[in-house]
């Protein structure tokens, strides 16, 4: 599903430097990539890269097991 645009995008796993939230872009947002994030929790703008990126919910191909997020080294 690639329009021209999402050439660079890379999907990331985003937190907010400020409040320390998940940063998941959603809807439009997913399609669109772009450098600046705006935390939906503190309103903290921020670069995490020099690229476009896009915070998603999970990694692809490491979607496995999201029940893990809360307990590490259980491989
Ligand atoms: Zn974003
Ligand atoms: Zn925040």
Redesign the pocket.
């Known amino acids: 599903v690639t329009d021209g645009t999402a050439k660079e995008t890379i999907p990331m796993l985003?937190w907010c430097p400020e409040c320390s939230k998940r940063?998941v872009?959603e809807h439009e947002?997913a399609r669109k990539p772009?450098h600046t994030?705006?935390c939906q929790h503190c309103g903290h703008v921020w670069r995490p890269a020099i690229v476009c990126t896009?915070?998603v919910q999970f990694l692809p191909g490491f979607r496995n097991d999201p029940v893990l997020s809360s307990r590490e080294g259980a491989s």
């Open positions: 985003l940063h872009d947002y772009h994030h705006a896009v915070g």
